[in-house]
């Protein structure tokens, strides 16, 4: 069976972990709703989903969860 | 094929992100506008939405989270817009030819038996070669 590679964008680490994922970023401070950023706010969009695509590169690190923080956000 | 609920599910990529194709897989309740919102007290169906949909024909059905913020911009949740920039920048490959959302549930089981080999089997038929999930 061929699996597939993924990453996770989660802004809820603690209930995240419990499910191992193979690669996954956490934007701290950020919310439900606005995982990736708020509405409008694409250049921070594009920063947490790049970071989250090169999770992809590099060592991997199997169910840890990776914190980002995007000092831009103002609580996004 | 199940699995040790003690192992973790890697799969390794020693490909680049600029030869790859990506999908979005999210279970913030995102759908097309033209099709069946989800229930939003509990559904465990999934929508398949075309690979190069635009954010502007999306939106959320969900009743578990504050979704003000993605009615507006989905992209808060379910980065398209931001994929198809990044596949005209040479960032990525291109877009997986489905992106798959599902909704809220609390039938875990149904969820883990049916809903996920589902989605599964949808985006290994998309042609990514990687993918990115959202929750809401």
């Known amino acids: 069976m061929r699996g597939l590679p993924t990453v996770l964008i989660t802004v ?8 191992r994922p193979p690669r996954a970023l ?12 708020g509405p409008g706010q694409d250049t921070l ?18 169910g840890k ?9 103002g609580g996004a | 094929m199940l699995m040790s609920r003690r192992c973790v599910p ?9 030869e790859s194709m990506v999908a979005l897989v999210s279970n913030a309740g995102v759908h097309l506008k033209s099709q ?15 690979g190069d949909v635009k954010g502007a024909e999306l939106m959320v059905t969900h009743s578990h989270y504050d979704h003000a913020d993605a009615d507006r911009d989905i992209n ?26 599902f909704g809220y549930s609390l039938n ?6 049916v809903t996920a080999p589902q989605v599964a089997d949808a985006i290994e038929r998309s042609k990514a070669d990687l993918v990115v999930l959202t929750a809401g």
């Open chain 1, 45 to 62: 969009q594009r920063r947490v989903l790049l970071d989250a695509l090169n999770l992809f590169l590099g060592p991997p690190d199997p």
């Open chain 2, 76 to 101: 808060c949740v379910f980065p398209i817009d931001r994929l198809r920039e990044f596949r005209q920048e040479g960032l990525i490959g291109g877009l997986g030819d489905k992106h798959v959302g």
């Open chain 2, 36 to 50: 069946q919102p989800f229930n939003p007290e509990g559904d465990n169906s999934l929508r398949v939405v075309p």
């Open chain 2, 10 to 18: 890697f799969t390794p990529f020693d490909g680049t992100l600029s």
């Open chain 1, 65 to 73: 969860i990776r914190e980002m923080r995007y000092p831009e956000s």
């Open chain 2, 108 to 113: 875990l089981k149904e969820t883990y038996e």
């Open chain 1, 26 to 37: 956490y934007p701290v401070g950020f919310r439900l709703g606005c995982s990736l950023g």
């Open chain 1, 12 to 19: 809820v680490p603690e209930e995240s972990a419990l499910m």
